[in-house]
């Protein structure tokens, strides 16, 4: 990874556009970024009404760099209605999430759509076919985040969402956002009434490597940002490591009674850019988009 620390988002509510009071009331929660969704959770008849309402609430938003819009796969005609409907509107919002993505070229080219259009979003790419999972090098280096898309992949290779059978996909994102410096987001929690299991697999993905998750239930966003922002002791132990690896001339140190060495600095200088960069964007407006 080079260049200037990514500001990640560690939380990512989905609230369909359904409703454009629905939409505006989960913006008083506090997420990162805020998610208007046009694709699964809107059925084909109310599409729509349903980009109506996403302009509508692109419009109301105080902070529509913090908001998402996911939009329908790109080779369909919803798709083309979701980019023009994005395009046309005043207000844009800070990142599109593609979905059913089966190659970087696709991400080149909505990228190239809305370049046109002088629009210049972040563009988040759903991770839910074999395709991008066995190509997720490439659209890691094209997109700027990737979303683990567990529903869709299993019921693709047809299995049951299980960490076993997710384990292969989160390594692969999780290696390819590393080398590019993408973010890496993890699916959403289907076992809602299971609190326990949301706070295991948001443990585990942080120790996989990734920065945040995905969530479609208000009550979830506790758990995920306490497990995945910044945190103030884990930013200062960064410092901490990097200074005492500067002070030994870039060599070997021994901080608290562990080794460090350079790459614990590296790690440790990585860890304090992308909270100082979160912190910057995200931090301190209470999930307010």
Not at 29 to 41: K, P, R
Not at 69 to 76: A, C, D, K
Request: proline share 5%; hydrophobic share 50%.
């Amino acid at each position: 990874m080079t260049g200037a620390a990514r500001a990640i988002p560690r939380s990512i509510l989905y609230t369909p556009a359904l409703s454009l009071e629905r939409v505006v009331k989960a913006w008083s929660y506090d997420a990162d970024v805020h998610l208007v969704d046009l694709e699964d959770s809107v059925p084909p008849a109310d599409k729509p009404a349903a980009r109506a309402v996403c302009r509508a609430a692109l419009e109301k938003s105080a902070r529509p760099a913090n908001v998402a819009v996911r939009v329908n796969e790109l080779g369909s005609l919803a798709a083309v209605h979701d980019v023009l409907m994005l395009t046309d509107s005043p207000v844009r919002p800070g990142i599109v999430v593609m979905t059913m993505v089966t190659s970087a070229a696709e991400v080149d080219l909505l990228r190239r759509m809305l370049a046109s259009a002088d629009a210049h979003p972040e563009i988040y790419v759903t991770v839910e076919t074999v395709e991008a999972v066995t190509g997720i090098d490439a659209i890691a280096r094209a997109a700027d985040g990737l979303v683990l898309g567990s529903a869709d992949l299993a019921a693709t290779i047809g299995v049951e969402i299980t960490w076993e059978a997710m384990l292969a996909a989160r390594q692969a994102m999780a290696m390819a956002c590393a080398r590019h410096g993408t973010a890496c987001v993890d699916t959403a929690n289907f076992r809602l009434a299971e609190p326990a299991a949301l706070a295991e697999e948001t443990t585990r993905v942080r120790a996989l490597g990734f920065h945040g998750k995905a969530t479609v239930h208000p009550a979830e966003l506790d758990v995920i940002n306490r497990t995945l922002r910044p945190r103030p002791d884990e930013l200062a132990r960064a410092r901490r490591v990097a200074e005492a690896v500067t002070a030994a001339d870039g060599g070997i140190a021994v901080l608290d009674g562990n080794m460090v060495g350079p790459p614990f600095a590296r790690l440790a200088r990585t860890t304090a850019a992308r909270g100082e960069a979160w912190t910057d964007r995200f931090g301190g407006d209470g999930g307010t988009a």
